[in-house]
């Protein structure tokens, strides 16, 4: 039988044991036994789950699993065997094998029974079935949900929901045996070496909400490069995170010809602002496809007037769309219910960093005529930079004026993230460090774009980025036993919120630091207290606030990681060197724990004391910027900048490499492949670019 119906009330599940495969939006979620207990495992398409029990029993006992694992994205296989079936003494002579993927549209499954006794095994394998159509942030939310009644078939079983969504659940053979409750069972006779199959497949038959994302066709927008390296861990990290990617890609509902990436799984297949902007920004080396359509579905959606009740305003890139209300009850990173309109804009840096990913995108070679239709968004997003977002210092601030929508609205936005050394929150309206950086770096890379499109307005935007650094200076800047550091952020009063954060990486490369303030940064970047062995934690080990299992105070991410080995790698000296080579370690260090599937986040506890990373129980994976961060470690090692409008690729290597040998196959620039090999010293060899491409080697 099923076990429980529900997660007990606000209990966020637990993911860290579960094997998690995907093809957007369609996903399996389920413990390394492929059973379905509930508790936040299923079988889901979009933001509902189609399946919320599965259990297959043999005589009326589950078998004793032995394995669960991926293969890739979309596939996975459970093992297990049916003890006290069979002639074999201790060894197992029935295995149950259990073959599992999904699709854009279904989960499909396929279920061996197969024996090795010397003589026959009669068996009876049973099924259990049930469906509760339950929304994907109510299971988020450990709320308790309720099993709709089946109509039970031999061939099929289907629920419908109150609202007239319909889940169909197919199975062959048929069954010979079924109850109301969506039971089912087979009689089986095997010999020796014979196998049994059922095969079952489940899709969502009608859905009455419009789709806000559908699945990909087979002309995808990423192009899948190959990778070998001496370090293995580099070789699997980059294998599994490719397959990742595909699995979280999407196309836009409004326009199926823009692909983007959904944020992660389980809990965030949709479009975010700031996951997927940074996940394509980190994907260029990939193509200019992905940073295109991701460009495009945001503008779409880009903010046209003032509405308090979802925080738009016009100009603003949003942060999450969904197909109804999200109505989160109360968890360990939220004191109070959150609910969130569907189309929700309190973000306060996704704007920033999509005048960012249009420059980069430029840059690597996103076509000319692309850009030029996504210059009404730029100049709508730096009106919201100019006319909205600055407070009365100068600042882009955030506040939630709504009483339930996020309390903090910068990447860390859990209700603890900014804090002052001692332990007490800063309160709203809040100015984050990195979001004055990603503000500067906008307003500088808008103006390259003004004049290279000839559009007026270029020295405007440098000299508010200038006056932006100015004030930046003089208000951020703090000062402990260690030296000088930025704070993270300026509470409501003006106050530095003093706490040393990750938050520091962010400001590298965004022109926002002077040297001596770079290599400030650097040297906090490096120190013990930040970098535990497996990535940068988000909190330092000395604060008081410091967990290294909290969400956003003390462990590790490893997207906010690859965004500071990015600004390590563009940092001068040999400290950032030291830095960015002492991160790239950290995490390959951590993927094998994870089977080179990184997740959204991990235990900040030190390498040198735990020998491997420890799991953050209800992080999601796969993530999509955890994935693409593999692609900066590989940008960082050759040290990769494109300059397409220059006709320019400059490639500044590692030396020595810190992964040894490395040939890369499958880059784009323009859409056009470039293959390179790195020496364990780190000389460059480029195998294939080009001809038009100028390669300029440091």
């Known amino acids: 039988m099923i076990a429980g119906n529900g997660s007990p009330a606000g209990q966020r599940p637990y993911l860290h044991k579960m094997v998690v495969i995907v093809q957007a939006p369609v996903m399996a979620v389920s413990p390394v036994d492929g059973q379905l207990p509930d508790l936040g495992s299923g079988w889901y ?38 003890p006290g079936l069979g002639d074999g003494g201790a060894d197992p002579t029935v295995v149950v094998q259990r073959d599992r993927s999904v699709t854009g549209t279904a989960v499909r499954e396929v279920l061996t029974v197969a024996s090795y006794a010397h003589e026959p095994v009669r068996c009876t394998v049973g099924v259990a079935l049930a469906c509760d159509l339950a929304r994907t942030y109510d299971v988020m939310s450990g709320r308790p949900t309720a099993a709709l009644a089946p109509d039970v078939q031999p061939t099929a079983t289907r629920w419908r929901g109150a609202d007239g969504a319909t889940v169909l659940a197919v199975y062959s053979p048929a069954a010979e045996r079924t109850t109301p409750e969506g039971a089912l069972s087979w009689t089986v006779a095997l010999p020796r070496h014979e196998i049994w199959q059922l095969a079952l497949e489940v899709t969502m038959v009608e859905d009455p909400l419009p789709a806000v994302v559908v699945p990909v066709p087979d002309d995808r927008a990423l192009f899948i490069p190959t990778v070998r390296s001496d370090d293995h861990r580099l070789t699997e990290l980059i294998t599994q995170s490719m397959s990742d990617l595909g699995g979280l890609l999407v196309a836009d509902a409004e326009d199926a010809h823009d692909q983007v990436l959904v944020a992660g799984a389980p809990w965030f297949l ?5 996951d997927s902007l940074w996940a394509a920004r980190m994907a260029l080396p990939l193509g200019t496809r992905l940073a295109g359509g991701t460009l495009r579905a945001l503008a779409r959606r880009q903010g046209v007037r003032i509405d308090a009740a979802a925080e738009e305003q016009p100009g603003k890139i949003l942060h999450e769309l969904r197909r109804r209300t999200v109505d989160l009850a109360p968890s360990g ?41 996504l210059m009404p968004a730029l100049h709508g997003a730096l009106g919201w930079l100019r006319d909205h977002a600055l407070g009365p210092d100068g600042f882009i601030r955030y506040a939630d004026t709504t009483g339930h929508g996020l309390v903090n609205q910068g990447w860390k936005d859990s209700e603890d993230a900014v804090q002052f050394s001692d332990g007490t929150l800063a309160a709203p309206p809040i100015a984050l460090c990195e979001v004055q950086a990603y503000a500067h770096a906008a307003a500088c890379q808008a103006a390259a774009l003004l004049d290279a499109f000839e559009r007026p307005g270029g020295q405007f935007w440098r000299a508010w980025a200038a006056e932006l650094r100015s004030r930046f200076r003089d208000a951020f800047w703090v000062e402990d036993v260690s030296g000088r550091y930025p704070a993270m952020a300026l509470d409501r009063h003006g106050r530095p919120a003093d706490t040393v954060t990750s938050n520091l990486g962010h400001l590298l490369g965004t022109g ?15 120190g013990s207290d930040l970098d535990s062995g497996f990535g940068l934690r988000t909190m330092s080990a000395r604060e008081a606030g410091y967990n290294p299992l909290s969400y956003h105070c003390g462990s590790v991410w490893p997207h906010d990681t690859a965004i500071a080995i990015a600004g390590l790698a563009a940092s001068p000296g040999s400290d950032a060197a030291a830095a960015t080579r002492s991160l790239i370690n950290g995490l390959l260090a951590a993927a094998p724990a994870f089977a080179g599937r990184l997740p959204e986040l991990y235990g900040g506890q030190p390498a040198r004391t735990e ?29 990769l900048a494109a300059d397409v409008p220059a006709a320019l690729l400059r490639i500044r290597p590692m030396r020595p490499s810190p992964v040894g040998e490395l040939t890369i196959h499958g880059l784009r620039v323009a859409g056009e492949p470039v293959d390179v090999h790195l020496t364990a010293g780190g000389d460059v060899e480029v195998i294939a670019a080009p001809a038009w491409l100028t390669i300029q080697l440091d």
């Open 45 to 82: 398409a979009g933001d509902r789950r189609m399946l919320s029990g599965l259990v297959v029993t043999i005589d009326g006992a589950e078998p004793v699993p032995l394995v669960g694992h991926l293969d890739g994205a979309t596939r996975a296989r459970f093992v297990g065997t049916a």
């Open 270 to 274: 949709t479009l975010f602002g700031r």
């Open 333 to 373: 990173h939220s004191r109070r219910a959150v609910v969130l309109p569907p189309v929700y804009y309190g973000s306060v840096d996704a704007t920033s960093l999509w005048i960012t990913l249009l420059h980069d995108a430029w840059r690597w070679g996103l076509p000319p005529d692309e850009v030029e239709a």
């Open 512 to 526: 926002l630091l002077d040297p001596e303030e770079t290599a400030a940064v650097v040297r906090r970047l490096a």
């Open 611 to 639: 020998g491997r990373p420890v799991p953050y129980p209800s992080s999601c994976r796969p993530q999509a910027w955890s994935a693409a961060a593999s692609m900066v470690i590989v940008a960082a090692i050759l040290g």
